[in-house]
């Protein structure tokens, strides 16, 4: 069982839609997650961090997280084009500022 | 823009041969960290630094070397390249003291043939 799991996707919506990213992980005791967004050839750039259950929300991005079921979610509202990336699901391992990544998901938005 | 810079930005090597990668962290951010993506895949965690030593490491073989200099900024060096080890090379720098956000530079592309 991989450490934290992503579907590859890609993920299609149509613009103006919401996309609904998962991702699940095997620790229990992890504290700490994050959504980052990759453009084709670029490096990870942070969207949202998350550590309590619930629901964390910034501009049209909503992170869930769910410890008892060990999955955390990204939305993104009013999809756009320029959102078309992969998105990769991290947690931190054991406080130690180490990330572990799963493998992305891409997201198509269609015009 | 991050603030964190990586050199060069594109690298070919052959089989064999031995290679450099530098990284510049944030300023005032004392803990730099070594990942690895192969197309296609998350990154991955080589090492980190903190406060020039060496915090950590995932499941890379001791040919993958590292340091971090006064100043902070990073080198990672790997010997006795192998084609597998053709992949996208990210540092990625933090402030312990304020955040455990760790923010990326722009990566080096190394590709071996």
């Known amino acids: 069982q991989k450490e934290v799991e992503q579907n590859s996707g890609p993920l299609s919506v149509p613009e103006g839609a919401i996309a609904s990213l998962n991702c699940t992980y095997s620790d229990r005791g992890s504290q700490s997650f994050f959504w980052y967004r990759q453009y084709s050839g670029k490096s990870p750039e942070l969207i949202m961090s998350?550590?309590?259950?619930g629901d964390k929300e910034d501009g049209r991005f909503t992170a869930q997280l769910n410890k008892a079921s060990q999955y955390v979610s990204l939305l993104i509202r009013d999809s756009q084009p320029s959102d078309s990336a992969t998105y990769l699901c991290?947690?931190?391992?054991?406080?130690?500022?180490?990330?572990?990544f799963g493998s992305g998901t891409r997201l198509l938005v269609r015009p | 823009e991050t603030g964190v810079t990586q050199s060069p930005t594109h690298l070919i090597k052959t089989r064999g041969q031995q290679v450099t990668l530098r990284c510049s962290s944030q300023s005032g951010h004392n803990t730099v960290s070594w990942y690895q993506q192969a197309l296609g895949q998350g990154p991955q965690f080589i090492f980190q630094y903190y406060r020039e030593e060496e915090n950590g490491r995932g499941n890379f073989p001791p040919r993958f070397s590292g340091l971090q200099f006064p100043n902070y900024s990073s080198e990672l060096n790997v010997n006795a390249l192998e084609l597998d080890d053709s992949a996208l090379y990210l540092c990625?720098?933090?402030?312990?003291?304020?955040?455990?956000?760790?923010?990326f530079g722009p990566g080096t592309r190394l590709t071996v043939l």
């Open positions: 991290a947690r931190e391992r054991d406080s130690s500022y180490k990330l572990i």
């Open positions: 998350i550590y309590s259950n």
């Open positions: 990625a720098s933090t402030d312990r003291a304020s955040t455990d956000t760790q923010y």
